[in-house]
């Protein structure tokens, strides 16, 4: 069904190993990796293995053992070698199916990539952050948007599964130039894309800007509206959303690491959830009202909790809005990411990729 596909049934079991800030030359602005993914963790085939121990009940997934929170090929290459070597005999033992790291652009070269390739690593995620060049630089990351292109291009001609990370609201970007970031990042056709708002963290060099009264960050609603807005672009274009916002750690929830900025420990829900009221609302508005005609939004239980909104406040709002004995009920037959709107005789039906591009599916009951 081509509609909503950021769904947890999509995604591999993940099984994280951080190897914060390590094999990393440089220091982005917003950088604090030990707040975001805590300390580095010591790598040894005996901690791999009880890591992904840990996670083998949790079955009908494929398992990804991934190396996060630092830049994996700018370890030295025995390193990378020594650790690759340990995942592969956990692959080969049925343990895990492949292996998932994440990277700079400008660290992605013809050779690394048939390294990788060859030590059965599937994935590569790709910190782009932006496809700006201006906003990469006042961010100090170290690399071009063409950096970008260049890296996504030899990953996926090596078949290496390609993601990228971007970032909303980043020193000197603006709503016009993260959609920019969107439409160029499209273009590359990339496997998969993470998305979140920029965050102060204390200890950044952004942390000083922002002292300065020099950065000012994205409140929380223009950040769902510019990451829902990326959603529904990326999706349009069948490039599925793995995750939007930061996975909360007990760091970054600690009284004074977060400064400022738009941090919600269920962004992705908002995000999410602000994406289903606007369909709601566009499916309702075209149905009769009245007494005997109340409407019913039938949904996939998937789907529940982002249709209800954050402690039910989607519900409140779409009954407020004239639709006061509106029922939310849920089908397994009804495709996850899409709406089912009953009034009377009246349905309604649509999806992500129907409602935004601009075709909605009718019908009478029963026809």
Known sequence: ??????????????????????????????????ITAGPPEEISPDFLRDRALKFRGRQGRVAQLAFYGGNFTGLPFAEQQRILLAAGEMIGDGLIASVRVSTRPDYVTED?????KAMKVG???LGAESMLDDVLAASLRGHTAADVAKAVEILKSNGIETGVHLMAGLP???????????RRTITLRPDMVRIHPTIVFEGTRLAELYGKGEYLPLGLDEAIDCCRDALVRFTLAGIP?????LQATP?????????AGPFHPSFGMLVESSLFLEMAGGLLDGLPRGADTE???????????????????????????????????TDKSNPAGSLTAIAGTRIHRTCI????GGVNICSNQGS
């Open 353 to 356: 990729t129907e409602f935004y």
């Open 295 to 329: 409407a019913t939004l039938v949904c996939a239980p998937a789907d529940e909790s982002s249709l209800r909104g954050l402690r039910n406040s989607n519900l409140r709002t779409l009954r407020d809005r004239a639709r006061p004995g509106l029922v939310i009920k």
């Open 251 to 259: 760091d970054m929830e600690a009284e004074g690491k977060i400064l």
């Open 123 to 125: 994935t590569v995620e």
């Open 241 to 245: 959303v793995i995750r939007m916002g």
């Open 112 to 116: 690394n990539a048939r390294f990788l």
């Open 1 to 34: 069904m081509p509609g909503y596909i950021n769904k947890m049934e999509m995604k591999p079991l993940i099984i994280p190993v951080f190897i914060t800030g390590k094999g990393c030359p440089h220091q982005c602005v917003f950088c604090c990796g030990r």
């Open 172 to 182: 000197g970007d603006s709503r016009p130039g993260f959609v920019e970031t969107v």
